[in-house]
């Protein structure tokens, strides 16, 4: 059983910054896609980003949501077997629960839900105006 486990959430204000980090399985000389999706009250989870490795170099192929290009960066620490979000300029409709997503199976490297088979437990981020 793939265990993720997620932390840095937290309350701030908007145009604050948060940094999440995901730790994983071991990550290197793995081919991998993980990734960030979030959930707000009352709406269907999203992605917001994806890292695509091929295990033999320190970075990899990113994706985001049209939404957080720009103001968020999804990085790795193979060595540390973990996965970061840097959020800066947080806004309020950046609220919601964060998940991280993992899989090593994959046929593509994207922002739906259906590509992974390994989800964290979430980690709520707050950002009031």
């Known amino acids: 059983q793939v265990q993720l486990l997620e932390s840095g959430g937290g309350s701030v204000q908007s145009g604050g910054s948060l940094r999440l980090a995901c730790v994983g399985p071991?990550?290197?000389?793995?081919?991998?896609?993980m990734a960030w999706f979030r959930q707000a009250p009352g709406k269907e989870r999203e992605g917001v980003a994806a890292?695509?490795?091929?295990?033999?170099?320190?970075?990899?192929?990113?994706t985001y949501a049209d939404s957080v290009k720009g103001r968020f960066t999804i990085s790795q620490d193979n060595a540390k077997n973990t996965l970061y979000l840097q959020m800066n300029s947080l806004k309020p409709e950046d609220t919601g629960t964060y998940y991280c997503a993992a899989d090593w199976s994959y046929v593509v490297c994207g922002l739906q839900q259906y590509y992974f088979g390994h989800w964290g437990q979430g980690t709520q981020v707050t950002v009031s105006s």
């Open positions: 071991e990550l290197t000389n793995s081919r991998y896609c």
């Open positions: 890292f695509e490795s091929d295990g033999t170099k320190s970075d990899g192929t990113t």
